[in-house]
């Protein structure tokens, strides 16, 4: 269907970029789960020729996701890591990055690991201080690389404010919207040139998939990454973008209720003797509250808090004896987890690193489900016991 302008997020999030299937009228896109595709002479086909270059299911997918982030161009990759990976290839040996200092571990690694050693350079800031960012700003930098809300501190930064500042240097803004989502927030508007989710985060929403996703407005850029996904191949296949499809339907009602229940297990948080610290920017003194009340819908399912007994010993204590609340990597899904990010999601990160951003060893993040959130109170409460 086409999106008109008047369309809300709700039902773009059903509707958009989305038609019946010509051959059959069928309202969910079939899955193609083919490798090729007849030609009528070489060259001579019907839009699709190799599977790794453009499948149907795929192409449903991508359409879905411009559509939702308010973009014109998506594309799916087989992972949010490989969706990283495609936009990275757009820079060479000897360019600049300014990155969230707070960053999720994957990311931090795959800069630091793989890409530094081919010549690029990263600096991580926190990207709440407009001067520190300014200050690194080189005729080498050709990124600013954003994460709002951060994971796992839960901090936000002004995207606005962000565009701006990219425009004025003629940077690429890349904001990873995982946490945020197209429901909660739409970067692309606020000045962002590229969109980037793990999909296998909340837009798949039932922890069954493993997807990356690009959205971007300007065909010149698109082409290019276009080109970086076909060359590379790190695409995804039709049955996990069917997956995503199917996920994003219900995004909206979902993100609603994780906002919900984050907002209650958060001020339940705060007020256990056991806990030190809770980071949710739903809070009125977290540092960026005012600005998430200004770009998000809601504060988002994402609760980071730690304990006064600040050891990896307490941490695993508490992790290992919830019972509703699952111990496990990823987040986004409809069951709540928990993780433990100095040893799982940001154990590639040195420790002093770790710690200087806030990822102390008693840090523990939790990913709030749909559960009742009494339940998931009552599990917090006999797991802070021990």
């Known amino acids: 269907m086409a999106n008109p302008k008047h369309l809300k997020t709700e039902t773009l999030l059903i509707h958009g970029g989305q038609s019946p299937d010509p051959s059959t009228g069928a309202v969910m896109p079939p899955i193609y789960q083919t490798s090729t595709f007849a030609q009528e002479a070489p060259g001579a086909h019907k839009g699709y020729a190799y599977a790794r270059a453009k499948n149907p299911t795929r192409t449903a997918l991508e ?15 087989g992972s949010g890591m490989a969706a990283v990976d495609a936009v990275l290839k757009l820079l060479h040996p000897g360019d600049e990055v300014i990155a969230t200092n707070d960053l999720y571990g994957g990311t931090y690694r795959l800069f630091t690991k793989i890409f530094a ?36 501190m839960l901090n936000i930064f002004d995207i606005a404010a962000l565009g701006k500042l990219a425009k004025v240097h003629q940077l690429l803004l890349v904001v990873d919207n995982t946490f945020g989502t197209p429901y909660l927030q739409n970067p692309l508007a606020l000045g962002a040139h590229i969109v980037l989710h793990s999909a296998t985060k909340y837009l798949g ?19 290019r990454l276009y080109f970086i996904q076909n060359a590379s191949g790190a695409i995804s296949g039709p049955m996990d973008s069917f997956l995503a499809l199917r996920g994003i339907k219900t995004l909206h009602v979902r993100m609603d209720r994780h906002g919900e229940n984050a907002e209650k297990i958060a ?21 960026g509250h005012d600005i998430a009340k200004k770009q998000m819908r809601n504060f988002g399912g994402m609760v980071s ?12 204590r508490v992790i290992s004896h919830l019972k509703v609340i699952t111990l496990a990597e990823s987040l986004g899904g409809v069951e709540s987890l928990a993780g433990h990010p100095a040893t799982m999601t940001h154990g590639s990160i040195p420790e002093a ?30 797991a802070l016991e021990r």
């Open 267 to 287: 001020h339940f948080l705060e007020k256990h003797p056991s806990v030190d610290r809770v980071y949710w920017p739903g809070f009125s003194h977290h540092p």
């Open 117 to 152: 050693d081919f010549g690029i350079v990263f600096h991580f800031v926190d990207m709440q201080d407009m001067a520190a960012i300014s200050s690194c700003i080189t005729p080498k930098t050709k990124m600013l690389w954003v994460e709002t809300p951060t994971n796992p």
């Open 305 to 316: 808090f730690s304990l006064k007994n600040d050891t990896k010993a307490a941490a695993f």
């Open 353 to 382: 690193t770790r710690k200087e951003v806030g990822i102390v060893d008693s840090l523990i993040r939790l990913s709030i489900g749909l559960e009742n959130a009494a339940d998931l109170i009552d599990d917090l409460e006999q």
């Open 63 to 77: 359409n879905a996701l411009a559509s939702i982030e308010g973009g014109t161009y998506g594309l799916a990759f």
């Open 205 to 223: 929403g039932h922890s069954d998939l493993v997807l990356g996703g690009l959205v971007v407005n300007d065909a010149a850029l698109a082409e």
